[in-house]
């Protein structure tokens, strides 16, 4: 029987996710976005035209059915908490909702930061203990894509397991980057190691590794006790990777679960971890083509956010010379192309784009000025910049590198200090 034929299955999926806190782990910096998190943490990085990163796995929390979410932040956090605060707002406290947002506090003694993954959690366990919740959902706050918690909680109860690890596939050379998992046929962890010089691989892949998402489900009494442990343990690192999972491995029921789309013959589903430049660059230059994989207009599964009010974006003059015009691009409200050119560009609000000027393979933030006679290609302009008239971005990478960053792929970042401007913008 199909689980959407079985109204009582739907119903105990639901009691799981009612069940269930949601855990975002939103404090890192994300030091390899380089000058974009000077003064945001990454979770709070702009992303797609019009959201910000956090707002994906915040969303999925939602769309699952899991409405019970806390956010743990550190990291220059204003802008994060500021976007939390104005649009997550909506749920009901009445009805048992809310995203509450738990910053680092020194509860255990004043020197006491979050000091690994874990730590975060162990700070806040009065809180969650308070609170009862039967499992716990614990999610990095810095990638991009859709995923059905529910579905994977209700495996990691039908597995009956202490711990499921949310996972995808990864191509063996590209897995040393990643935590990587060791499994059975039945899908049960034999072994977890960070970052592998030599990454195991699958049953019956020789050439693919099961990589870990950052996503854990914990029940929730296990969790307190693995993380009391930790943290009477000398020398750990109070993290998740590095200690919690390898600690439990052997005496306990930890499973994989595969992030797979299964309307696509159970395909790899869309996962993108956009902690560096390039990366950054082209997962929002995928959401300009035709038909991308992560799809913004998908209404069965919304991406919520804060928006600004903003009128729509308009095009201006049409003149042989001066025609102001978007071509394969995304553009979001409050933009104004004046007499000028945009190309497999993505802009997100209140950019103004001016006479003369050319925009070409360019990721554009919010409240952004580009004067006359510019020509940008293959561009992060970040939040705030006015860039002054007649400036040529991306054609010499060697006279760019001296007053912008370059990444290895190409791409200029280009912040408001690099153009030596007061930051009078909220990040």
């Known amino acids: 029987m199909k689980n959407s034929d079985n109204p009582y299955h739907d119903h105990y999926v639901s009691h799981l996710a009612r069940n269930t806190i949601a855990l975002i782990l939103a404090g890192g910096r994300g030091s390899r976005l380089h000058q974009m998190t000077d003064w945001r943490a990454k979770p709070a990085v702009p992303f797609g035209g019009k959201f910000r990163i956090i707002d994906f796995p915040l969303s999925n929390c939602i769309n699952s059915g899991i409405r019970k979410i806390a956010v743990l932040t550190q990291y220059k956090s204003d802008s994060l908490i500021r976007h939390i605060q104005q649009g997550w707002g909506f749920l009901r ?32 366990i009065d809180i969650l203990r308070s609170r009862r919740p039967e499992h716990i959902l614990i999610l990095a706050g810095d990638h991009i894509y859709k995923m059905d918690y529910a579905a994977m909680l209700a495996d990691h109860v039908a597995n009956e397991a202490d711990l499921t690890i949310g996972c995808i596939e990864v191509p063996l050379e590209e897995a040393t980057a990643f935590g990587v998992m060791d499994v059975d046929n039945t899908r049960r962890v034999k072994a977890f190691v960070e970052k592998p010089e030599h990454p195991p691989k699958m049953p019956g892949r020789e050439n693919t590794a099961l990589a870990s998402m950052g996503i854990y489900i914990f029940n929730a009494g296990f969790l307190f006790e693995q993380l009391i442990k930790d943290a009477d343990t000398k020398g750990s690192s109070r993290d998740f990777g590095k200690d919690i999972i390898p600690s439990v491995i052997e005496k306990y029921r930890v499973n994989a679960y595969p992030f797979l789309d299964m309307q696509k013959s159970g395909a790899q589903s869309y996962w993108r971890d956009v902690g560096t430049i390039d990366a950054y660059w082209s997962a929002n230059m995928e959401l300009i083509g035709v038909n991308p994989e992560l799809n913004l207009y998908d209404k069965t599964w919304p991406i919520w956010t804060h928006q600004e009010q903003t009128p729509p974006a308009k095009f201006v003059f049409d003149d042989d010379d001066r025609r102001g015009q978007a071509i394969d691009s995304m553009v979001s409200g409050g933009c104004v192309i004046s007499g000028a050119k945009v190309r497999h560009s993505l802009l997100f609000t209140n950019v103004r784009v001016n006479s003369y000027s050319t925009v070409q393979d360019s990721v554009v933030l919010p409240e952004v000025t580009i004067a006359r ?44 200090d690099m153009l030596s401007q007061a930051r009078h913008y909220v990040r």
């Open 373 to 416: 006679n510019c020509r940008i290609t293959k561009a992060i302009i970040d939040k705030g910049c006015v860039v002054a008239e007649g400036t040529i971005i991306g054609e010499d990478l060697a006279e760019d590198a001296k007053k912008y960053h370059v990444s290895p792929g190409g791409v200029v970042l280009i912040t408001p």
């Open 93 to 124: 406290g009445e009805f048992g909702e809310y995203v509450d947002l738990m910053p680092a506090q020194q509860r255990l003694d004043e020197n006491s930061w979050y000091a690994g993954t874990a730590d975060a959690i162990f700070q806040n």
